[in-house]
């Protein structure tokens, strides 16, 4: 099987996903043809294949899920391969959605997130003195810094969405941990 079938297939699966989430909204492609050849080819010069199944699943997830919020066209295979940044032409829409750069929270509905969130805290613990989204907005940095070391990943992202200022002292505080002999090098 081509690298170009194999991508093919993977996005036309997406199309279950329908079923699971009970929108109607992705477009499937019978066949591949030079076009579609022409697309993967190029984005195979800076990723690999499972880059971009990566890619397809999180764009589907956030397209036909009811946590998200995406109201943009929906996209073609071809679509999704060459669409360019408006603001930058060397720059593929599509890279967004790849592992490592995808944040799904930036997609998430406002009450998912919150809802999300207090998941996420009830299953580190970190509850109670944290769990009002205002109280963590308003807690001294001290505590805001104790809560974003004990949270996950995804924690981590939405208090320092939050809290921008956390980051900067956990980065001033670990720099700081470390001290330095100026004298001796």
């Given at each position: 099987?081509?690298?170009?079938?194999?991508?093919?297939?993977?996005?036309?699966?997406q199309k279950y996903k329908e079923e699971e989430f009970g929108k109607?909204?992705?477009h499937i492609r019978r066949e591949?043809?030079?076009?579609?050849?022409?697309?993967?080819?190029?984005?195979?010069?800076?990723?690999?294949?499972?880059?971009?199944?990566?890619?397809?699943?999180?764009?589907?997830?956030?397209?036909?899920?009811?946590?998200?919020?995406?109201?943009?066209?929906?996209?073609?295979?071809?679509?999704?391969?060459?669409?360019?940044?408006?603001?930058?032409?060397?720059?593929?829409?599509?890279?967004?959605?790849?592992?490592?750069?995808?944040?799904?929270?930036?997609?998430?509905?406002?009450?998912?997130?919150?809802?999300?969130?207090?998941?996420?805290?009830?299953?580190?613990?970190?509850?109670?003195?944290?769990?009002?989204?205002?109280?963590?907005?308003?807690?001294?940095?001290?505590?805001?810094?104790?809560?974003?070391?004990?949270?996950?990943?995804?924690?981590?992202?939405?208090?320092?969405?939050?809290?921008?200022?956390?980051?900067?002292?956990?980065?001033?505080?670990?720099?700081?941990?470390?001290?330095?002999?100026?004298?001796?090098?």
């Open positions: 099987m081509s690298q170009a079938q194999d991508i093919l297939n993977c996005w036309n699966i109607t909204k992705w591949v043809k030079y076009d579609l050849e022409l697309a993967v080819k190029t984005a195979l010069k800076n990723f690999t294949v499972d880059d971009i199944k990566g890619a397809i699943g999180n764009y589907a997830t956030v397209v036909l899920g009811g946590d998200y919020f995406y109201d943009y066209d929906k996209w073609t295979i071809d679509m999704f391969l060459t669409r360019r940044e408006k603001d930058d032409k060397n720059m593929f829409k599509w890279w967004k959605w790849l592992p490592g750069r995808f944040e799904e929270s930036d997609y998430l509905r406002d009450n998912i997130v919150q809802q999300r969130v207090s998941q996420a805290r009830r299953h580190e613990g970190v509850i109670d003195e944290y769990e009002a989204p205002t109280t963590f907005q308003t807690m001294p940095i001290e505590q805001a810094v104790a809560a974003y070391e004990k949270g996950s990943t995804f924690l981590k992202g939405i208090y320092a969405k939050e809290r921008p200022e956390i980051l900067e002292h956990v980065c001033n505080t670990n720099s700081n941990s470390a001290p330095v002999d100026k004298q001796n090098g």
